[in-house]
């Protein structure tokens, strides 16, 4: 197992080496480049020239990129010219982590929390009411664009029925301590009861958004393995022991069903960066989503190498997590 | 063990522990015609008895099994008529009362050892829940009786086996924890569906020895289900031949091999590969398949593939001539009319 571990995590060093490299020279081909971003269009070729070779751009691409490979190993990726003008990348996308982690976790645990029982019970009750309602509710989850549902979300609750806050992770104003960036978590930690709440609060809306695409995958995929277990002959062989229906659900068919499940669930948490740039930004919440997009809008080149390297980092660790769940829920990949 | 030693000597004891009558299972898909599986099947099994159920695939032999164990899906099928299992009709049970006899007065062994076993259990886990459902022991009690039945049934290094995984085990080894498992909880009567239909030849004779030895241990009846009338040679005290969802032949053993009187058990008879027959000498068949059949109610299913046709097989339905312990269902029988 710990073999496999270091394995994996040394594969990824590759699968980021590489990355690296992809991102580099992708960014490097978009339109417009950091003279123009920083400079803007109207300048003359003589200073356009000398910014170029003040920041080493005049040189061949992949001697720039070994220099920025030089330095991002030092933990230097330059510094932010526009979400944060003169702060470090790095740590313009440290400060950024907590918030989009906070609201990831919470959106993925309303996704599995309500994904996994509701696809269980209507893979039991095929064809049933609660069958086609959660499978044509999923539909529509998977179907409409994350930014869509958010929207709607932020008109009615916030806007229309005035029932959440529409937008922000914590009221101005409130003076709430800071220990992990992760507001709810810090008004815990400090016990500011009411700085928790109001950031729950805030965080209710957008991680109901970002949570519908995630939710509606993990309920279909969890209807269909378990629809798929309930035909194995094993299922059969537990019934004719005898064994109480309880035990038959939870000893046989879920833990059988979970396999498919918990890759889906690996793949949604990496895809959630994708919805959380949508919901971040139509929820002005300041997370890196809302980071990422800014930079891009603003050409932001050191903070985009930072984001787009992390996510593929984040994305790298949560399959190894995945990875060593399945050894851990399937003895056939753990002895093999 | 009075008990154990007044069914060891089974042959006079009268009373059959299991009586199935006019057993019908109808499939029902929407959109699709009613489909007879199992057509007015009765067939008595008495306590210690083996009594073999043979066919070729699709004559009903499984779904009759699984019908008098209450296993069939609920949806999409009928079961009629009776099976009486010590004094009860199974088929009237409540869900409930049907389980807690699955698994502790009945239990069956499956045709596919893997597939029949969880992937992601241990064997020993495997064998303790059914102790633990049926027998109230803890989990840590059940687990020296299930190292002990893995001995019983021939696994070498039982408790290392415990903690194995099925797929770590080779397919004999499985069949065999599959047959520790059904007989975990020392029931009356075990229902094996082809357990033998998976393996390999020799591996087959080890299980089918094991399973007559445990037969004659634990005086527990046998229904065996199967296509292959060597298993049937070697183990069985009665054999019912199944034919389109009925049973067409019955007799015991000897009679049965000696003396077929319906032209498909002598059919299935001539399909066995003989070892002394002549280098290149070609198999014998029975010709078409259960796809060629005609309904029961106006024929004989099997009258267009039968080598004896005569006019009646074709416009009226054969009736059963004999009784609960021999007789047949044909106009037309080998060796002539009694």
């Known amino acids: 197992m710990i073999r496999f571990v270091v394995r994996r995590l040394l594969q990824m060093c590759v699968v980021v080496l590489v990355l690296s490299m992809l991102v580099f020279a992708w960014l490097r081909s978009l339109p417009g480049g950091p003279v123009s971003a920083i400079l803007g269009e109207r300048q003359t070729p003589e200073r356009r020239a000398a910014l170029e070779a003040a920041l080493g751009l005049d040189q061949p691409l992949p001697v720039q990129y070994l220099k920025f490979l030089e330095r991002a190993l030092q933990g230097n990726f330059g510094v932010s010219t526009k979400v944060l003008p003169g702060e470090d990348a790095l740590q313009v996308f440290l400060d950024r982590l907590p918030a989009t982690i906070e609201l990831s976790f919470v959106a993925m645990v309303l996704a599995i929390a309500l994904g996994i029982p509701l696809g269980y019970l209507a893979a039991r009750r095929r064809g049933s009411v609660i069958d086609n309602g959660a499978v044509i509710f999923s539909l529509v989850g998977i179907a409409v664009p994350v930014f869509f549902t958010a929207f709607l979300l932020k008109y009615f609750f916030a806007v229309e029925w005035n029932l959440l806050p529409v937008s922000g992770r914590q009221s101005t104003g409130l003076d709430a301590t800071r220990i992990t960036g992760m507001f709810v978590l810090d008004g815990i930690l400090t016990r500011e009861w009411d700085a928790a709440w109001d950031a729950i609060k805030h965080l209710i809306l957008p991680a109901v958004a970002l949570a519908t695409i995630p939710f509606a995958v993990i309920f279909r995929i969890t209807r269909a393995a378990v629809l798929d277990v309930l035909d194995e002959d094993y299922v059969r062989t537990a019934e004719a022991k005898g064994l109480t229906t309880r035990v038959i659900r939870a000893r046989h068919v879920l833990r059988n069903a979970m396999l498919p499940v918990v890759t889906t669930i690996g793949l949604q948490i990496g895809g959630l960066l994708a919805g959380a740039v949508l919901t971040e930004t139509v929820f002005s919440f300041r997370g890196v989503g809302d980071a990422l997009a800014t930079a891009f809008r603003d050409k932001d080149y050191p903070v985009l190498q930072v984001l787009i390297l992390a996510a593929a980092v984040i994305y790298v660790l949560v399959n190894l997590l995945v990875d060593i769940a399945y050894a851990v829920i399937d003895p056939r990949i753990r002895t093999r | ?338």
């Open chain 2, 1 to 338: 063990m009075t008990q154990a030693q007044a069914t060891r000597h089974p042959r006079g004891a009268s009373e059959p522990l299991l009586s199935v009558r006019d057993l019908r299972v109808t499939f029902q898909r929407q959109g699709d015609a009613a489909f007879k599986a199992v057509d007015g099947v009765s067939f008595d099994v008495r306590p210690g008895q083996t009594v073999g159920l043979v066919g070729e695939s699709g004559c009903g032999k499984s779904v009759t099994s699984l019908a008098i164990m209450g296993l069939l899906p609920e949806r999409g099928n009928t079961v009629e008529g009776k099976a009486v299992f010590d004094g009860e009709d199974l088929l009237t049970l409540s869900p409930s009362a049907m389980r807690d006899r699955r698994g502790a007065e009945i239990a069956m062994i499956f045709q596919d050892p893997l597939s029949s076993l969880n992937p992601v259990i241990t064997i020993g886990r495997q064998v303790t829940e059914v102790m633990e459902r049926h027998q109230g022991l803890s989990r840590k009690q059940a687990t020296p009786k299930a190292r002990d039945l893995l001995e019983r049934v021939g696994i070498p290094d039982p408790k290392a086996r415990l903690v194995n995984y099925p797929h770590q085990l080779s397919g004999g080894m499985r069949q065999r924890a599959l047959i520790a498992m059904a007989l975990a909880c020392n029931p009356r009567l075990l229902i094996a569906d082809e357990p033998t239909t998976a393996l390999d030849v020799t591996i087959q004779a080890q299980i089918l020895a094991l399973l007559k030895e445990l037969v004659v241990d634990t005086g527990t009846a046998l229904v065996m289900i199967t296509h292959d009338l060597g298993v049937v040679a070697g183990l069985c005290d009665e054999v019912n031949v199944l034919y389109g969802g009925k049973v067409v032949e019955r007799g015991g053993r000897h009679g049965l091999f000696k003396r077929p009187r319906h032209p498909y058990t002598v059919g299935l008879l001539n399909s066995i590969p003989r070892l002394d027959a002549p280098l290149g000498e070609k198999l014998d068949p029975v010709p078409g398949s259960v796809a060629d059949n005609l309904p029961w109610a106006s024929a004989c299913a099997f009258a267009p593939r039968c080598s004896q046709v005569v006019d009646a097989c074709t416009s009226h339905t054969p009736e059963w001539e004999g009784d609960h312990v021999v007789g047949h269902r044909c106009f037309n029988p080998m060796g002539g009319t009694p």
